[in-house]
């Protein structure tokens, strides 16, 4: 496998127009355009797949400030500068100044014939008609397995934790691989996976994989918006069979909420923030004097006086809703939480 580096096909470059006046030419004070760079492009050119194929990374800012600290990595499928890899670096680059989602390596992976690449092999005879070329989610797979993934590994630092996103068809190859191989990443994220498929043949397999597999540490997190007929149908079989199984899962309902076009960036955010929000003392920091009326600071809870004592930390935060807050905010103040912003779970592993 050979790799090129190229420049990054998405960067944003910021452009300005100045007017004339009679006065004098404002256009004087005007530097030259700079590029906003996102990350960087590498091409590959895959023995899988018999093809070249870009795949763009994006480091996080702490990836410099804190040369010994490893970062999960999020694979993102449709991952090219022109398809999902924008907006989606756009959520990271945003926690890095919140610091509200744990900071992580974007690698996107580009897809270019989508319903080929990203599909299991469809069993009904009418699809050869209309997808001509389909089935190839296996090797896909191997692409990422056996290419993707040891060059990333080698290339930076990774703490082996290991995520997949990816929506509508790229969503079905995500539940296609959390069926059948769970072991590859510790995070799955499917968003309105095209779980029409095959006139829900894939859907009822996944099912079964399910119940049968004996992985059970990696994670999912599957969300629907209001799509109707076989999505939702394929969908509601594969909910089934994750409420037998021994899966971690969770489900968000957006049916009333978002459609196809509109589901994706909301969702990825949710997910993130399911899997990666961190801690943080609750509510208005003592220090704040201007925040409290005339300057007087409350005296901290007995709970809050005990968080305090020791680092605030995901192992020693308390995992609680802003509702949970809102009841008591007087007695959280200062303790050590992750309180997950945004949607709640319709439905979840047991």
């Given at each position: 496998?050979?790799?090129?580096?190229?420049?990054?096909?998405?960067?944003?470059?910021?452009?300005?127009?100045?007017?004339?006046?009679?006065?004098?030419?404002?256009?004087?004070?005007?530097?030259?355009?700079?590029?906003?760079?996102?990350?960087?492009?590498?091409?590959?050119?895959?023995?899988?797949?018999?093809?070249?194929?870009?795949?763009?990374?994006?480091?996080?800012?702490?990836?410099?400030?804190?040369?010994?600290?490893?970062?999960?990595?999020?694979?993102?499928?449709?991952?090219?500068?022109?398809?999902?890899?924008?907006?989606?670096?756009?959520?990271?680059?945003s926690t890095d100044i919140n610091w509200t989602i744990e900071p992580m390596i974007l690698v996107g992976i580009?897809?270019?014939?989508?319903?080929?690449?990203?599909?299991?092999?469809?069993?009904?005879?009418?699809?050869?008609?209309?997808?001509?070329?389909?089935?190839?989610?296996?090797?896909?797979?191997?692409?990422?397995?056996?290419?993707?993934?040891?060059?990333?590994?080698?290339?930076?630092?990774?703490?082996?934790?290991?995520?997949?996103?990816?929506?509508?068809?790229?969503?079905?190859?995500?539940?296609?691989?959390?069926?059948?191989?769970?072991?590859?990443?510790?995070?799955?994220?499917?968003?309105?996976?095209?779980?029409?498929?095959?006139n829900l043949s894939a859907a009822k397999s996944y099912g079964d994989d399910f119940l049968t597999s004996d992985?059970?540490?990696?994670?999912?997190?599957?969300?629907?918006?209001?799509?109707?007929?076989?999505?939702?149908?394929?969908?509601?079989?594969?909910?089934?069979?994750?409420?037998?199984?021994?899966?971690?899962?969770?489900?968000?309902?957006?049916?009333?909420?978002?459609?196809?076009?509109?589901?994706?960036?909301?969702?990825?955010?949710?997910?993130?923030?399911?899997?990666?929000?961190?801690?943080?003392?609750?509510?208005?920091?003592?220090?704040?004097?201007?925040?409290?009326?005339?300057?007087?600071?409350?005296?901290?809870?007995?709970?809050?006086?005990?968080?305090?004592?020791?680092?605030?930390?995901?192992?020693?935060?308390?995992?609680?809703?802003?509702?949970?807050?809102?009841?008591?905010?007087?007695?959280?103040?200062?303790?050590?939480?992750?309180?997950?912003?945004?949607?709640?779970?319709?439905?979840?592993?047991?």
């Amino acid at each position: 496998m050979k790799i090129f580096a190229a420049a990054l096909g998405c960067a944003i470059c910021l452009s300005f127009s100045a007017g004339s006046s009679e006065a004098e030419d404002v256009s004087t004070f005007v530097g030259a355009a700079q590029d906003i760079v996102l990350g960087q492009s590498f091409e590959f050119e895959s023995s899988v797949l018999g093809e070249s194929r870009r795949v763009s990374v994006r480091l996080p800012d702490r990836y410099v400030s804190e040369p010994d600290k490893t970062f999960p990595v999020l694979y993102l499928i449709d991952g090219g500068p022109q398809q999902d890899f924008p907006h989606i670096a756009g959520i990271l680059q945003s926690t890095d100044i919140n610091w509200t989602i744990e900071p992580m390596i974007l690698v996107g992976i580009e897809t270019r014939n989508r319903q080929a690449e990203l599909t299991p092999p469809a069993t009904d005879p009418s699809y050869e008609q209309v997808f001509e070329k389909n089935g190839g989610a296996e090797s896909f797979r191997q692409f990422i397995e056996t290419e993707i993934m040891p060059w990333v590994e080698d290339t930076y630092r990774t703490d082996q934790r290991d995520i997949v996103m990816g929506e509508s068809l790229a969503g079905l190859f995500v539940m296609e691989t959390f069926a059948k191989r769970p072991d590859l990443f510790s995070h799955f994220i499917s968003v309105s996976p095209s779980l029409w498929w095959d006139n829900l043949s894939a859907a009822k397999s996944y099912g079964d994989d399910f119940l049968t597999s004996d992985e059970t540490t990696s994670k999912l997190y599957v969300t629907m918006g209001n799509e109707g007929a076989l999505m939702q149908a394929g969908l509601d079989v594969v909910l089934e069979g994750l409420s037998q199984s021994n899966k971690k899962w969770t489900y968000v309902d957006r049916r009333n909420s978002e459609d196809h076009a509109s589901i994706y960036h909301p969702a990825a955010l949710d997910a993130l923030r399911s899997f990666f929000s961190t801690p943080y003392r609750a509510g208005v920091s003592s220090d704040s004097v201007w925040m409290f009326e005339g300057g007087a600071v409350p005296p901290l809870s007995d709970k809050a006086r005990e968080s305090v004592k020791e680092d605030c930390t995901l192992e020693t935060a308390e995992k609680i809703s802003f509702e949970t807050y809102n009841r008591n905010p007087v007695m959280w103040r200062g303790v050590c939480v992750v309180m997950k912003p945004g949607d709640s779970s319709t439905r979840q592993s047991r």
